[in-house]
């Protein structure tokens, strides 16, 4: 982007401003070292980014000082993106930036832009903390656009099982590139880019015939690129000359691309999924047609519950003002983060002041660091004394700081680096044994070193992926308002989530075939958050159980249970029969393969029909803990947590992957009741939590309309989740707890 922007700068000056002599010039983690001195002496425009001014730039100030003297302007673009953790860093970067400038006697005024989001005013305001004054006249020429909202046909009207979104895109973008239109594939995660990548560049074509219509096109790796965090830089601009100078035709990108990136007039923009919020799909589907050109956008749903609501109610998507954007500077962790940042930029004097904190909360938080041996306070100055460079270690777009480095042995034998892959995503990406893909290459993971942070990988070619399997317990910390509502009880406030990678799937190519399940033995991760939730009430729980519509109390299984276990067990030999591990000191469980409650007919169980030999196998704790959690996902309360952690993003502005959800039969934080928690996938929360507790009515409202209106028989992937091979859905509980949490 700042290329682009280097470029129509230089325009400017001799064309419009004539001002030849105006030295401009990129200052970012790629410009040469040998460079930056002649740039922090000469250039009076500098075009960078909120990591450079963040690591690069403001520690280093004393370097800057004659540009600082005399800065005047301060423009912030794609300001819209600033949002959440990533806007709540940024705004505290501008603090800093604004103090330092101060120091040097610069009062610079901030000039942002902006695509379309519900809150732009409020927004700047939040991020530069200064009244600014909204310009919202768009006097740009634009060519004819369309948007599309394709909903894939049905597949199996029973399991409501509709085309897969993403072949169905693949399809689509061949069709452009047989015809071709340069076009952009925005997928929602970085694996989806990946898997995308490796069908257009066709080096997975068995099992695709003409039938399919997958493969129309004889690929070159050269026309079709993958674009998206963890690339390495060289990489990425390589593609953006690519799509400049027509020789990528296709590209497949996460929302790394949906910025503001001069690519030239794309004809067509493919978006994989809703993207999470109307101004990102606005975004995305702006990439194509950036001239006067006619250009099309389509919006391939997928089955998830909040595409299938807007691909029903299309009105919504083109009716709604864009979501409003959430950013809290004062989130306690990040403000102590940049805080450490500022004291080692400049001492603070007692009294001063940053961004809108009081100063009875700053001098508690300076404080807090003198007290941690991080600061000094002496002549009524704050000084930094440690050795240590801290925003070094302060990532602006993740609550893990450290990245992992992904090592690859070259064909020379020597380690080579492909990439990295930040903190969080670790444990669920490039755990061992998975199948790590960049750029439609698959790598497998042979170590993950937790200690170094490095992760060893050898280049394969294997005819499956894989797909991590993580499972969550909640303890809550503490309660910050709870209500009564309708049919149950509304709550949020603090919790603790401890998640473990337990294991992983592999996943064969084009067929979606589970090819079996491995163990993990990784540490647990805990996050200390903020989360929503709601509880049944007993009363609510009595209606349900009158009307024979709940299935999470304990099962009956009669008097003879344990006799059938020692025989089925002693028949599988002591062995689990998923993972082949033999029982030790804990006997192993036994289960029923068709669900104990499936055999239940007018309230009366069938307990012999249900405890035949042939419907029970053994397993160990790991495994039988894995098949519970897809038995529970199918019970009216997993439903439940499924339909609302799908819609809930529609109501913030934010990505389903911002958010966790647990449900609970027996919740031990509420005495026992069921339960369903939303919780914030960030430390200490971003805000979401407590919009959730405010708009509950209407969210469980939109709720039942979801599920109530979608026309499977008993759950798909579009309402309460997929009923399963061998279990019933859990759509007829699902209504029957809406019903009376919202009538």
Same mark, same amino acid.
């Given at each position: ?81 600033? #949002? ?39 927004? @700047? ?68 880019? $990946? ?15 003409? @039938? ?15 674009? #998206? ?39 067509? @923009? ?267 009430? $007993? ?25 059938? #276990? ?90 389903? #992957? ?86």
């Amino acid at each position: 982007m700042r290329k682009d922007q280097l470029t129509t700068l230089e325009s400017l000056k001799v064309s419009t401003f004539q001002l030849s002599n105006l030295q401009t010039a990129i200052y970012d983690g790629d410009t040469p070292q040998a460079n930056r001195p002649s740039i922090r002496k000469n250039a009076r425009i500098i075009l960078s980014n909120p990591d450079m001014l963040h690591t690069g730039i403001l520690p280093h100030h004393s370097n800057w000082a004659d540009f600082f003297s005399n800065l005047k302007f301060i423009v912030i673009d794609e300001a819209h993106t600033y #949002r959440g953790v990533f806007g709540s860093h940024v705004a505290n970067v501008i603090r800093r930036l604004k103090r330092v400038a101060n120091f040097y006697g610069a009062k610079p005024q901030f000039i942002l832009a902006s695509a379309t989001i519900g809150n732009p005013k409020e927004l @700047a305001e939040k991020l530069i903390e200064e009244e600014v004054e909204l310009i919202d006249n768009d006097g740009s020429s634009r060519g004819e656009r369309h948007f599309i909202i394709y909903n894939p046909p049905v597949t199996d009207a029973a399991l409501g099982l509709r085309k897969s979104a993403l072949l169905e895109s693949v399809r689509l973008a061949n069709h452009l590139l047989a015809r071709d239109i340069q076009s952009v594939v925005f997928a929602r995660t970085r694996r989806s880019v $990946e898997i995308i990548l490796t069908y257009l560049q066709g080096t997975r074509d068995q099992g695709l015939g003409a @039938a399919t219509d997958y493969s129309l096109v004889p690929s070159s790796s050269s026309r079709i690129r993958g674009y #998206r965090s963890g690339y390495l830089p060289h990489q990425r601009r390589e593609i953006e000359q690519g799509l400049r100078d027509g020789s990528v035709k296709t590209v497949v990108a996460t929302n790394a691309l949906e910025l503001g990136i001069d690519i030239g007039g794309l004809g067509a @923009a493919i978006l994989v999924g809703y993207p999470g919020t109307i101004a990102s799909a606005r975004q995305q589907s702006g990439r194509a047609g950036r001239g006067d050109d006619p250009a099309v956008s389509v919006l391939v749903a997928s089955p998830n519950p909040l595409d299938q609501f807007l691909a029903h109610h299309p009105e919504y998507f083109f009716g709604s003002s864009p979501e409003m954007a959430l950013v809290n500077p004062n989130h306690l962790l990040i403000l102590l983060e940049h805080l450490r940042c500022a004291l080692f930029e400049l001492p603070f004097q007692k009294g001063e002041g940053f961004g809108s904190i009081s100063d009875e909360l700053l001098d508690e938080y300076l404080e807090f660091l003198v007290a941690n041996q991080e600061s000094h306070f002496s002549n009524e100055k704050y000084y930094w004394m440690k050795d240590a460079y801290p925003a070094a270690n302060i990532s602006l777009r993740s609550a893990s700081p450290q990245s992992y480095v992904l090592q690859a042995t070259a064909d020379d034998g020597r380690p080579t680096t492909i990439g990295t892959v930040d903190g969080e995503s670790a444990m669920w990406m490039i755990h061992p044994g998975a199948v790590y893909m960049h750029e439609a290459q698959q790598y497998f993971v042979q170590e993950l070193d937790l200690e170094n942070h490095v992760a060893q990988l050898v280049p394969v070619g294997l005819d499956y992926y894989t797909e991590a399997q993580r499972r969550s317990e909640i303890q809550v910390l503490s309660v910050n308002e709870t209500s009564a509502a309708r049919g149950c009880e509304k709550s949020y406030g603090e919790i603790q989530v401890t998640t473990q990678v337990a294991g992983f799937r592999k996943i064969r190519w084009f067929t979606y075939e589970n090819l079996g399940q491995e163990p993990l033995d990784l540490p647990p991760s805990e996050l200390q958050t903020t989360g929503y939730w709601l509880t049944l009430s $007993e009363e609510t729980l009595s209606h349900l159980r009158d009307a024979g519509v709940w299935s999470n109390d304990p099962n009956d299984y009669g008097p003879e249970w344990q006799k059938i #276990r020692v025989a089925v067990r002693k028949r599988d030999q002591f062995k689990c029969q998923v993972c082949g591990a033999a029982e030790t000191i804990r006997e192993h469980d036994v289960h029923h393969k068709m669900p104990f409650r499936a055999f239940i007919q007018d309230g009366v169980i069938n307990r012999e029909q249900a405890n035949r030999l042939e419907n029970l196998t053994t397993l160990c704790p790991s495994c039988h803990h894995k098949v519970e959690q897809n038995v529970r996902i199918r019970s009216g309360l997993g439903g439940l947590g499924f339909v609302l952690g799908n819609l809930a993003p529609l109501f913030l502005m934010c990505d389903p #992957r911002d958010l966790g959800t647990f449900t609970e039969p027996a919740w031990s934080a509420v005495g026992g009741l069921p339960s369903v928690v939303l919780y914030d996938l960030i430390p200490a929360g971003i805000g979401f939590s407590q919009k959730l507790f405010e708009i509950h009515d209407e969210l469980m409202q939109r709720a039942f309309e979801l599920v109530s209106q979608c026309e499977c028989e008993d759950g798909c992937p579009s309402c309460v989740g997929p009923g399963g091979e061998n279990g019933v859905g859990g759509k007829k509980e699902t209504l029957a707890i809406l019903e009376q949490i919202t009538k």
